[in-house]
């Protein structure tokens, strides 16, 4: 049950309706197990041969219209408490999934799959409340009816009772040995679910690669086959399953025969009544169904819980980035960003970076340059801490980052990535987006003014109002770029990290943002990632990154004197440019 603990703990919350629903299911056995002894009365009744016993036989049988009628609405309102009870959980887990996943640090998801995510919000989820819902409401079903009707049976006859036992132990017997085979199925069929979701995912991610490529036929091979796959993986949960139903249903069966051929000798020899044997067997079948049903609920159990382990993967990860104890606000950041000695590896690997030092003062500017690999995105990304940052390396404001609340830290730092991306709203929401409430007035116009966007804006029918499609899909690559700049900067926040962020666009309009940049970021701390030493020639300082490590280090004019690396790679940029203008 350890499992299912966060389950018990969201059920708590729905105790009235659960405990009116199990009532319910206590008045629905009650009027299940009333009946047989009204058949009694009447078969008996009827057995008399006289007519003054047709009274009781009246009486009966108004009776027992009033449990059907006492059946049919305790057995609504159990269904509706209990299954209702478990759509709220089925919610109300989805969502403690979705927070403990946005809370996790960018180490997790980097190895993580989108579909096998998917899957456990969506089918792990569905399963768990199958288990909750449908499963626990025949369990205790099946846990009310068992002891009452046999108490009834003991009554009537001991022996017959103890005969009625042999196939409810065969039946555990079988349900030992089911069980464990049908956990593994239902997780095996689980995690193919994943599977086969990951690669639809990655399919309709990249459709443009595959039409690029003509790979429409590879795609659906490949689909096919992780179908094929995920096939063989049901078969055999539905095999398991399927196995289990049979087995009960012959059990049972012989049970019912091997009574109604020892209580005919029983009734014969007048140890029974004709009207106890039918009240008898009307326990006996009343157990049938509880004992069929057992087989189905432990099936829901067992793939709730192979579904719950793979839930309790997202619940139990611990985000490698938190706050520390006691951690310091930071309400007036004023921008003074400083790296010492800084070293970081992902995990066991070797380091991406090597012993980095610089400091860049409060409304300043730091360019960084490098080669693919040197990590320039890296040492970025370490600033607002999105992967842990080993301490007495990183600071603002002169405070390590691992002591300041993440909160203030990232509210201080507005990050423009190297990939990005764009929700499926309009624009004015994606500009605003880092707002809670929506973004104040004129912000958004202004942001987008700054990143030179504006007038594409306002050539669009609908304007900002305008819908964009998943990622961002009807604009070009340089058109989503200045909408990610325009979305940083419409935040206002006191350090602004541009991490390659004007790659897509052309070198005039590169230009013509960096001019508008200037005015928009003057004031704030910014560091600038860049492929071109265009855009970066005019920061405070520039960084020159190698391997890891800083290489070369100084202003545009300095570093171009030095005549290393920095200085060969803007003249080649430098003709390169001269080329493309003659041309």
Not at 152 to 157: K, N, V
Not at 256 to 283: N, Q, R
Not at 468 to 494: F, P, Y
Request: a neutral charge.
């Amino acid at each position: 049950m350890h499992r299912f603990r966060p389950v018990i703990e969201i059920l708590a919350r729905y105790r009235p309706a659960l405990a009116v629903g199990f009532a319910c299911v206590l008045l629905t056995q009650a009027a299940n197990m009333a009946k047989p002894q009204l058949f009694k009365q009447v078969v008996d009744a009827l057995g008399a041969g006289r007519e003054s016993n047709l009274g009781p036989v009246k009486n009966a049988v108004l009776l027992l219209l009033a449990l059907f009628l006492v059946r049919c609405v305790t057995q609504y309102f159990m269904r509706w408490l209990i299954v209702g009870a478990s759509r709220k959980m089925d919610h109300d887990l989805r969502e403690r999934i979705f927070a403990s996943l946005v809370q996790l640090h960018f180490g997790w998801f980097d190895t993580a799959r989108t579909g096998d995510v998917l899957s456990r919000v969506t089918a792990d989820v569905e399963a768990v409340r199958m288990a909750a819902g449908p499963g626990l409401m025949y369990l205790v079903n099946t846990l009310v009816a068992a002891p009452v009707a046999l108490w009834f049976m003991f009554h009537m006859s001991p022996d017959l009772t103890g005969l009625i036992l042999v196939p409810m132990v065969i039946v555990a017997a079988a349900t030992a040995w089911l069980s464990p085979l049908l956990h593994e199925a239902s997780l095996r069929m689980q995690e193919g679910q994943a599977d086969l979701a990951n690669r639809a995912q990655e399919s309709f991610a990249g459709v443009r690669v595959v039409k690029a490529a003509a790979r429409e036929d590879g795609e659906i091979g490949e689909f096919r086959r992780e179908g094929e796959r995920y096939s063989r993986t049901v078969m055999r949960y539905v095999k398991v399953r399927a196995l289990m139903i049979p087995v009960f249903w012959i059990i049972e069966g012989g049970g019912i025969l091997l009574i109604l051929w020892v209580g005919s000798w029983k009734v014969v020899s007048g140890e029974l009544t004709i009207g106890e044997f039918a009240a008898f067997l009307g326990y006996t079948i009343l157990l049938s169904w509880p004992v069929i049903a057992l087989g189905w609920v432990i099936a829901l159990f067992q793939r709730g819980a192979a579904a719950m382990d793979r839930i309790n993967e997202v619940l139990d990860a611990r985000s490698a980035v938190e706050d520390a104890p006691g951690a310091v606000p930071l309400p007036a950041p004023r921008g003074e960003v400083e790296v010492r000695g800084l070293t970081f590896a992902f995990g066991g690997n070797a380091p991406v970076l090597r012993d980095v030092s610089f400091r860049v003062p409060a409304g300043r500017c730091l360019g960084i340059l490098g080669p693919t690999g040197s990590g320039k995105s890296t040492l970025l990304s370490l600033l607002p801490r999105l992967y842990r940052v080993p301490g007495g390396t990183v600071f603002l404001d002169g405070i390590d980052v691992n002591l300041l609340r993440l909160q203030d830290l990232r509210r201080a730092v507005a990050v423009v990535p190297q990939e990005t991306f764009l929700f499926s709203t309009t624009i004015r929401d994606n500009v605003g987006w880092g707002f809670d409430g929506g973004a104040p007035e004129g912000a958004v116009e202004r942001a987008t003014e700054a990143s030179r966007f504006a007038p594409e804006v306002a050539g669009l029918p609908e304007g900002y109002e305008t819908l964009l499609g998943e990622r961002g899909v009807n604009l070009s690559g340089g058109q989503k770029q200045r909408v990610a700049i325009a979305r940083a900067l419409a935040l206002d926040a006191r350090v602004l990290v541009l991490d390659d962020c004007l790659s897509s666009v052309d070198a005039h309009t590169e230009e013509e943002i960096l001019r508008n940049l200037r005015e928009a970021i003057r004031g704030r701390t910014t560091l600038m990632v860049s492929h071109r030493v265009s855009a970066i020639s005019q920061a405070d300082e520039i960084l020159f990154l190698d391997g890891g490590r800083v290489a070369e280090r100084g202003t545009h004019a300095e570093l171009l004197a030095l005549g290393g690396r920095y200085a060969d790679l803007a003249r080649l940029q430098s003709l390169q440019a001269e080329v493309e203008g003659a041309r």
